[in-house]
Structures are given as structure tokens and as C-alpha cells.
């Protein structure tokens, strides 16, 4: 007895020894086992002798400790059962598997005894490790079960169908971006946008992404587009569009259906501003030529004075200031000048001078009282030795002239010869005059001696100096501009944003539009609110202060002070002060009853257009599974009836069947090709890879059916390769019969197919989804028959064939119709490859899928491998098929292949 105890005790400091770390846990083979075998005895025989020994010796060693029991002996008698289960019925922890431990009081092998026994994650609960961060009846702790329909996160319950920090799946936090994130069926949602924010992609992926207060395309909501009209710019401004108009542009009817509709640089009764009228003026036509009021003068008149005020006020026909044109003086030297019909001639030569030579440019060039070859007339030549005094020969000068230069003059007033010989008196834009031997000038028509000083002769131009302007010292004045003269008026050129709204240039531009209710934004534009005292700020008017008992609710200028606090049930007393569904305002105060449209149905207000327990009119209940729209009951729409609850497309398998139903299914957007289409339902779909997609509606259709592609719920998708098909009511390009067919080829990615009801009653119908993978290469339209296509491989592998395909391919792919034949497929690169091709069909319905490396053996050509010869039956009716030109082993390059399809 002694011994056995010390061979349990071995036994049990032997198990303890296997809990070490880093000791091996596995049991060995059972020693009774190997002895029946060396006795050859089959597993499962009667005990044996050794076996009698053993029971008796476990019943000694039991009864020491515990009273004796039949449970007991059976545990411990060594049968076949203990030799091939070792976990019931133990002597050590050798006995035991993985984990276990051997409990030497029941001689069974037990999961753990404590934490220790168990991983980093792990708790010992009940003798086995488990997994409190994930189990769902241990979550956290031993025996801490979750809810039917929560899952164990981390430790802890979580409800994943609602709980937007693990939604769908522990760790799968819902973004709540600008916003509230919210969880419902397991999927992310919106809950609620911060002010100013929206979720317009409709996508809880990103969270509410759009600044409503600042985005034109989303301003003060989703999908409310800014929209900016001819001629101008627009803004999104604290969720208010506001639009500016481009330089040179007004909006002078205040309409925003036709945006900034005037041209102010042209238009001559907004010129440089809305409401700057031309004024016509006399003999003329007002005009308006880069924002400046000018005259279109009748003709044989002129605006001589510059101002389109006067209108044409001179007649060109017989003004010899203006012969024919302003400014154009009719004058000519030494005499004067005659204007007939616009035509300037000579008139009368002065005293003592004559036109000798008939040119009339020179007027009058002859002195003939001092010219000896005209003396007193044009030709009269004075004798040798006499000379022309007086207009008279002779042979000296009369009294008071002095011979100068062959000529007697008198020094006293001649401009030639002023107080002496040679002493001419002449300057600039002016006329030389002597008198008493001293010169003199007459300044030239619109030229002014301004400084007094005959040396610099008329300096100042009176017609355009504006510190001049029509007479010494009238400078013109220029407030908020730039002063101008012009034909001796002055006049001014406003700098922005003043306008000269009086037309008077005496007080310059006068008039600020940006801050001028009397003008704001134009001249005579009127800032007037409803219910409120304007104001004008940045050009545009806005509310200064709302009439008692009203208030500016939207803050929005455009309507005034809109909300009557007295009555309006939304700001009842103030703004968003909204009255309870059985109130309504009255005197600023919400006082009870039902508002419209709400109805009163015994003691419940209740809108009768959409309560399905009063539908129409009160007690009009809808039948069970109906719902109530505009009054009438009718079948609840679809859970896919809007794109946010879009029904997934699993892409397990190369073909999905889904059965789709349009009844009681809203019209939710437009389809991108024939008429707008009707009712709608949703599908999803997302790649991991690049991959033609298809899906026809040929299996019995319930009704007349349309199918198109999105690339969000808000965007259509565009054709992506030719030949593709993204839209179709139909039977697709080709097909003949009822039903749709779309087919492209698309990146990875999310994307949504819609079914629509084309024309007259929705129904049920059957959606035929097919998906193959498109590789990384090119992707071409495969035309029917005998075709011989080429090209090059190159870049990266896109998907691999299961023949060893795995260089970079390319793809050729095209679609059957439903009234499609079976038939044999057949293509080959021999002797149009120099490398290790590999050819591989893929087809939607799975039938008739082929691969093919080297080709060895007929029908292929002797020798072709290692390029390859594939051969295949294709299945009947609608689909998608694919055919692969791969390299085996990364191999590429340059290709043929011809090919034979249905």
C-alpha cells in the first residue's frame, strides 16, 4: 500500500511538472494499450489481470479519501474506453489533451483549474479557457451572458444591430462626421447633421461631408443647387444662395429668373448702372459707350459741347467754329472764312492783303501795301529802284515806314517787324499782334493766355484741361471720380462703386449703391420690404427693422419681414415658436385645436392623407399590410424603394437570381435613358477588383421593365467601354422581347443597379445578376463567328486563370440574347504567339467555363505548344461571356487569337 501511495505521489508531482511552462502538454499512449498489444489482445477486450490490478488499486487509493463508490471503480477501471478517451479517466496530466488538466481526486481531466492555465485573453470558467473578449456567455467575465442579439465587443455587450460604436460587427464605428451617427438593422446611418452640415452623398461612410451654410451645389440643404443665371456668380452664404452679377452686368428688373439681364456698358437706360438713364437730348439719340452716357447726333449736328445733356446743339452744316465736324474752325490767315452745307471757303481777305496765288489754305498771304510785286493790287510790280509803300510805287518810303528787307513797313504795327526790322511777334496757339512797336497776341479759338505771360503764347487747352475747363481758373470738380473736360464742359468718371445718379457733375458721384436705400445696387433702385424699414448693405437690401407684430423668421431680405407672429402657427409670438399639433396662434399666443392639414378624429388630430387608421377620412382604416398615401390605401412600398435602403448583391457566385418587386414603390429618380420611367427599387453591389457586370430582366417579366446603373445614389453612370450598354428598356442592343439588358465593365468600387417600371402597372419580376472578373489589360467587344483579334499584354496581373494564367492579360468579352443557341466555342494562339500563352472562358451562367496552357494534343496543331487551343460548349440563352489571354508564369507580350463563337 505504501508503494502506491509513493507511485501516486510520483504521479501526481510528474503532472504538476507538466503544468510548467514550456513543458509538453501531450498525452502519451496509454501503457495498458501497449501491453494488450504486445499480449495480442484487440483494443476492447475483457480486462485482463493487469486491468484487475489497476481497478483494485484505484478502489484502494479512492477509499483513503472518499467513500467507496461504484461511480468511482468504473471511472478508474482501465477498459478500451479509457484507452482510446484518455480525457475520462486519468492518472496525470500526460493523460489529458491540450489544455486539460488531471484532477487526481476524480481521476478525470479537467479544462483549467485558473486563469493561469488559460491564454492572454482567456478566463477559466467551468474547468474550460474561454474567451471573455468575444464569447457571448462569458462576456467579460465567467457565466456574464448578452442579450439574444447582442455580441460580446471587447469584453463587453454590445447590441449590433442598433449600437452605432459596433454596428453590423464589434469595432465597426458608424462615422458621426459633423453629425450624429445612428445604427439600425446593422447598418450605419445618420441620425441628425450639425447646423449646417447635410449628408448629401447619402452615404454614413463619411458622415455629414457637405457645409450646406457655404456649398453652392447643397446651400441651406441637400440638393438645393444654387443656381446662377445669365450673366453672374454665385455664393452659398450662412445656407442663403446669393448671387453677384459679373462687371459690366446688372440685374435692373430685381427678377432672379433672368439673372444679371442688363448690360450696363451699353445700354443707354442703365448706363454704368441700373436706372442711369442717357438722357436723349436735342437732334439725338442717347447712347451709352463703356458705361458713359454719349449722343448719337442727327445728321448735320454735333454734341460740340460734350454734353449729352444739351443733346446736338451745333449745326455743322454753317458754323464756322464747327464747319462740318465739332472743333473743325472754318479760318484761314488774314481773312476770313465762310461754312456752306459742311464745306469751310475763303471769304473776304483783310484790309491791305489778297490771295495773289489762289491757294485758299494760305488765305489772304499777299501785303500789298508793302509787296513790290503786288503793290496795292494781286500782280502790280513796282518799277527797278522803286518800292511798295502804301500800296503805291515809289522811291522811298512813306512817313512813319522803314525800309526792312526790301519792303517799307511801319514798325509801329507790323507783327513781322515790331519796333524794328526783324522783330516778329509770334507764339503758340496764338495770333502775334503789334501795337506801338510792342508785341501782342489773339490766342486760336479754344486756347486761353491763362498765366498771363506772352511768351509761352495761349498754353492752356480751355477744351479739355479740367483745371481749366471752357475758361482760365474753372477747375472741375471730381468727387468719388475722376474729373473730365471735353469740348469745354466739364464732366466726371465715377470711381466704384459711386454712381452720378443727377447727372450733375458739379457734385461729382454722389451716390454710394452698396449703402443708398435710395439706390441700392443701381441708381433709382428703392430698397422696399414687406412689413419693414430697409436698409441697403453691400449693394443689397436688407431689413433694418421689422413692423410690430412681424419678424424676418428666414433671414432671408428677399420677402421682408415674412412671419406674422400673430397668426403664423410655426413662429406663433417668435420665431420657431411652434405650436403644438393641437393648437393654433392667435394673437401671438397658440391657443387648441387641430391645424390643418391635420383632422379631428374623435379626440386625435390626425392627418387623414397619410394615418393608415384614417385614410381619407376618419374610421377609413386600410386593410393590414397597407399603407396610406395622399388619402388613399394602397400596398407598402418595398424596403429597396429608396436607393439609403438599397437591397445588397452578394457576389459569392458568378450568377445571382433576384426576385424584385415594384408594388407600392415611389418614383425616385429619373432614368438616364428613353422616358422618366416610374416606380423604383435599389440593389448594391461592391468590387474588390475590376469586373463586367450584367443583368437582364428576360425571365418572365411581371411588367414592362427599364435597368440602369448608378455610380451613387445621385449620380447615373456613364458608358465605360465601347459596346457597353448602362441603360436600356429595350432588350438591350440587340435582343428581341420583353425585359432589359445592361452590361459595362467597372473598377472596384460600390454601385447601385435600379430597376424601374418603363410603362403601365408595377408587378414582380425576376433579375438575372451575372459578374466576371475584367483583369488589368484591355477589355474589346468579341464580335460573333470566325473573328482573328490581336495585341500586346503588358503591366500587372488583374485575376488569374486556373490553368497557371498569372501574367497580365487581356479580355474580350460580349453577350447572348435569350433566344440564343447552344453551340461550340473554340480559340487558338498557335503560330500567332512567340511565348507561353494561356487561354482561358469564363461564362455568367458558369456553363461551358474552359482553360487551356500548352496544347498537346489534337484537335490543337502538332507543335503548338506552348502556345494553347481551347475548346468549349457554350450553354443556351441570355448572359455574359469572357474570354482571357493570359501568360502562364508572368509571361507577355504580343498576340493573335482567332476565334469561333455562337
Known amino acids: ?56 488499486d484505484d478502489t484502494t487509493a479512492a477509499d483513503t479519501s ?82 439574444a442579439g447582442e455580441a460580446c465587443c471587447g469584453g463587453a455587450c454590445a447590441a449590433t444591430m442598433t449600437d452605432a460604436r459596433n454596428c453590423g460587427g464589434c469595432g465597426n464605428v458608424c462615422n ?68 453677384t452679377c459679373n462687371a459690366g452686368f446688372g440685374d435692373c428688373d430685381r427678377s432672379a429668373a433672368n439673372g444679371c439681364e442688363v448690360d450696363t456698358r451699353a445700354t443707354a437706360a442703365h448706363c454704368g448702372g441700373c436706372g442711369v438713364a442717357c438722357p436723349a437730348g436735342a437732334n439725338a439719340t442717347a447712347a451709352c459707350v463703356s458705361s458713359t452716357c454719349q449722343a448719337r447726333c442727327n445728321a448735320g449736328v454735333g454734341d460740340c459741347d460734350g454734353s449729352a445733356a444739351h443733346g446736338c446743339e451745333t449745326a455743322l452744316g454753317g458754323d464756322a467754329r464747327h464747319c462740318g465736324g465739332c472743333g473743325v474752325l472754318c479760318g484761314f490767315p488774314r481773312a476770313s472764312g465762310v461754312c456752306a452745307g459742311g464745306a469751310c471757303g475763303l471769304g473776304l481777305c483783310s484790309v491791305g492783303f489778297g490771295n495773289c496765288d489762289g491757294n485758299s489754305a494760305n488765305g489772304c498771304e499777299r501785303d500789298l501795301s508793302a509787296d513790290n510785286a503786288n503793290c496795292g493790287l494781286c500782280g502790280r510790280a513796282c518799277a527797278a529802284g522803286q518800292v511798295c509803300s502804301g500800296g503805291v510805287c515809289g522811291t522811298v518810303c512813306m512817313a512813319g515806314q522803314t525800309l526792312c528787307g526790301g519792303r517799307c513797313v511801319d514798325p509801329v504795327t507790323d507783327p513781322a517787324h515790331c519796333g524794328r526790322c526783324g522783330n516778329a511777334c509770334a507764339f503758340p496757339n496764338a495770333t502775334g499782334t503789334c501795337a506801338a512797336g510792342a508785341c501782342g497776341l489773339t490766342c486760336t479759338a479754344g486756347f486761353q493766355n491763362c498765366d498771363g505771360m506772352t511768351g509761352n503764347g495761349c498754353e492752356v487747352n480751355i477744351q479739355t484741361d479740367v483745371a481749366h475747363c471752357g475758361r482760365c481758373g474753372n477747375r472741375c470738380p471730381a468727387v468719388n471720380g475722376v474729373a473730365t473736360c471735353a469740348a469745354e464742359t466739364c464732366g466726371v468718371t465715377c470711381t466704384a462703386p459711386f454712381l452720378n445718379c443727377d447727372g450733375s457733375s458739379v457734385n461729382g458721384c454722389e451716390v454710394n449703391p452698396q449703402t443708398d436705400a435710395a439706390h441700392c445696387g443701381g441708381c433709382g433702385m428703392v430698397c422696399r420690404l414687406a412689413n419693414a424699414t430697409a436698409s441697403c448693405r ?60 391635420l383632422t379631428l378624429c374623435g379626440s386625435s388630430c390626425v392627418d387623414i392623407n397619410t394615418d393608415e387608421a384614417h385614410c381619407g377620412g376618419c374610421g377609413r382604416a386600410c386593410v393590414r399590410g397597407q399603407v396610406c ?32 418587386t415594384t408594388v407600392g ?114 477589355t474589346t467587344q468579341l464580335l460573333p463567328g470566325s473573328t482573328a483579334p490581336s495585341g500586346a499584354t503588358s503591366g500587372s496581373s488583374g485575376s488569374s486563370t486556373t490553368c497557371g494564367g498569372s501574367g497580365p492579360e487581356d479580355t474580350f468579352w460580349w453577350v447572348s440574347c435569350t433566344a440564343t443557341a447552344a453551340g461550340a466555342f473554340t480559340a487558338s494562339t498557335c503560330s500567332r504567339a512567340t511565348w507561353n500563352t494561356v487561354l482561358a472562358v469564363r461564362n455568367g451562367t458558369g456553363v461551358g467555363d474552359a482553360c487551356n496552357n500548352d496544347a498537346v494534343s489534337p484537335p490543337a496543331p502538332s507543335g503548338c505548344s506552348p502556345q494553347s487551343y481551347l475548346t468549349a460548349s457554350l450553354g443556351s440563352g441570355a448572359g455574359l461571356h469572357v474570354l482571357y489571354v493570359d501568360g502562364f508564369g508572368g509571361a507577355t507580350g504580343v498576340y493573335g487569337v482567332a476565334v469561333t463563337r455562337p
Request: contains cysteine; negative net charge; proline residues 5%.
Open 1 to 56: 500500500m505504501g508503494a502506491r501511495w509513493a507511485l501516486l505521489g510520483a504521479v501526481w508531482l510528474f503532472g504538476c511538472t507538466a503544468l510548467l511552462p514550456g513543458t509538453d502538454r501531450r498525452a502519451p499512449p496509454d501503457a495498458d494499450a501497449s501491453q494488450d498489444a504486445l499480449e495480442g489482445s484487440p483494443p476492447g477486450d475483457a480486462p485482463d489481470a493487469m486491468d484487475a490490478m489497476d481497478a483494485q
Open 66 to 147: 472518499t467513500a467507496d463508490s461504484a461511480a468511482q471503480d468504473t471511472v478508474l477501471v482501465d477498459t478500451a474506453a479509457t484507452d482510446t478517451a484518455p480525457e475520462v479517466g486519468c492518472r496525470s496530466n500526460m493523460d489529458c489533451v491540450g489544455m486539460a488538466v488531471c484532477d487526481l481526486m476524480t481521476g478525470r481531466c479537467a479544462g483549467c483549474r485558473s486563469d493561469l492555465d488559460c491564454g492572454a485573453r482567456e478566463a477559466c470558467c467551468g474547468g474550460q479557457c474561454l474567451d471573455t473578449l468575444g464569447d457571448v456567455r462569458n462576456c467579460g467575465a465567467c457565466g456574464r451572458a448578452c442579450a
Open 176 to 243: 458621426g462626421v459633423n453629425g450624429t451617427a445612428s445604427c439600425a438593422g446593422g447598418r450605419c446611418g445618420i441620425m441628425a447633421c450639425n447646423a449646417g452640415f447635410g449628408d448629401c452623398d447619402a452615404d454614413p461612410a463619411n458622415g455629414c461631408e457637405t457645409a450646406t451654410s457655404a456649398d453652392p451645389a447643397n446651400c441651406g440643404r441637400c440638393g438645393s443647387r444654387c443656381a446662377a443665371g445669365a450673366n453672374q456668380m454665385v455664393t452659398c452664404a450662412a445656407g442663403v444662395c446669393a448671387p
Open 538 to 597: 453691400a449693394g443689397g437690401c436688407v431689413v433694418a427693422r421689422c413692423d410690430a407684430g412681424f419678424d424676418d423668421c428666414n433671414a432671408s431680405a428677399a420677402d421682408g419681414c415674412e412671419a406674422n407672429l400673430n397668426t403664423s402657427e410655426s413662429h406663433c409670438g417668435r420665431c420657431n415658436n411652434r405650436c403644438s399639433l393641437l393648437s393654433v396662434c392667435s394673437g401671438g399666443a397658440c391657443t387648441g385645436r387641430c391645424l390643418r392639414p
Open 629 to 660: 398615401t395622399s388619402g388613399v390605401c394602397g400596398a407598402a412600398p418595398p424596403a429597396n424603394d429608396t436607393c439609403t435602403g438599397a437591397a445588397d448583391i452578394p457576389l459569392t457566385a458568378s450568377r445571382v437570381t433576384l426576385s424584385a
Open 665 to 778: 414603390a415611389t418614383h425616385s429618380l429619373d432614368a438616364p435613358c428613353f422616358a422618366a420611367g416610374l416606380g423604383d427599387v435599389f440593389y448594391r453591389f461592391t468590387l474588390t477588383a475590376r469586373e463586367y457586370v450584367y443583368a437582364d430582366t428576360f425571365t418572365s417579366p411581371g411588367f414592362t421593365t427599364k435597368l440602369f446603373f448608378l455610380s451613387s445614389c445621385t449620380a447615373a453612370l456613364t458608358s465605360r467601354t465601347p459596346g457597353d450598354n448602362v441603360c436600356d428598356a429595350t432588350g438591350g442592343l440587340s435582343c428581341a422581347g420583353p425585359g432589359s439588358q445592361v452590361f459595362t465593365v467597372l473598377p472596384a468600387g460600390t454601385y447601385y443597379l435600379v430597376l424601374q417600371v418603363s410603362s403601365g402597372s408595377a408587378g414582380s419580376a425576376t433579375i438575372n445578376f451575372q459578374h466576371l472578373p475584367a483583369g488589368a489589360g484591355d
